[in-house]
Nanobody, 118 residues
């Protein structure tokens, strides 16, 4: 199983970016999908996650970021608006993938860099 993230880049404060992450490989299904981020010297933190249509967000991104999912394509998206310099970080895709109906494992993508200039 691989999680392939894309969509990061350099953007000015107030701008927008859309991250994508697709799960590929051989598996039965994908449960929870989400995005985390980590900046130098800080711990990795949850940004947003989605499971069975329910979403939750870090307080710092509420109202600015939207997570969504294409269940057919096993892809999760993170639409980011009104970006701030403090959003600068490496963003990691995360997913709980079922190898069988009875076995679930957590996977991480390689990350994609988001840099917001002031």
């Amino acid at each position: 199983v691989q999680l392939q993230a894309s969509g990061g880049g350099l953007v000015q404060a107030g701008g927008s970016l859309r991250l994508s992450c697709a799960a590929s490989g051989s598996f039965f299904g994908v449960n929870r999908m989400g995005w985390y981020r980590q900046s130098p010297g800080k711990q990795r933190e949850l940004v947003a996650r989605i499971v069975r249509g329910s979403t939750n967000y870090a307080d710092s991104v509420k109202g600015r970021f939207t997570i969504s999912r294409d269940k057919v394509e096993n892809t999760v998206y993170l639409q980011m608006h009104s970006l701030k310099p403090e959003d600068t970080a490496r963003y990691y895709c995360n997913a709980d993938v079922m190898a069988t109906p009875w076995a679930e494992n957590e996977y991480w993508g390689q990350g994609t860099q988001v840099t917001v200039s002031s």
